[in-house]
């Protein structure tokens, strides 16, 4: 079993179970699965199905509930007040689409008693935190997936960019 001359005793492997097997395999796939998701950060077009899906939210809700970024990384997904002003014609005659708002920092439900709340609204209020809570878990899932499928590369690019210089004028 050992070459000639090895003194080892040979050992048993370490008794370990499917579920602790499972476990640690998971571990290494949310490292790896972070790692993946801290990279994409930088990459806009990690986002753009994460924000279509905020987005498709807000339409549901006529723009009343909105869905938007917090922190200091933007880690958190909350929940605001918004609305949409009435469209109208231009000085152009041409027709205008209304302006998106939004009222952040107006607590949400903070010192309400729902005690007082009829069914309807109460029942209501928590349809909006479901649809919230499933939309904000599919946003996260459709990043983690692109952020699965892609790896981050730095390449140079080239810029244009316009600039004012100073010509002089023809005769001087």
Known sequence: ??????????????AVSHDELLELLH???????????????????AFE??????????????????ITQNGRSGGYLVLIHGGKEPGGKGP??????????????KPLDMNE???TWDAETLHARVELIWD????????????????????????????PKTVKVAVAREGR
């Open 49 to 66: 199905e994460f924000t279509d899906i905020l987005r498709d939210f807000e339409r549901r809700h006529d723009w009343r509930w909105q």
């Open 92 to 105: 152009d005659g041409k027709d205008r689409p209304g302006r998106i708002y939004c009222q952040p920092g």
């Open 132 to 159: 919230f809570d499933q939309t904000c878990e599919a946003a996260v899932a459709a990043f983690v997936e692109f952020a699965g499928f892609h790896t981050v590369e730095e390449t140079e690019i080239l810029v």
């Open 1 to 14: 079993m050992w070459p000639q001359g090895d003194d080892r005793v040979p050992c048993d492997p370490p």
């Open 27 to 45: 571990e290494l796939r949310a490292k790896d699965t972070l790692d993946a998701c801290f990279d994409m950060l930088e990459v806009s077009e």
């Open 113 to 115: 008693d729902f005690a």
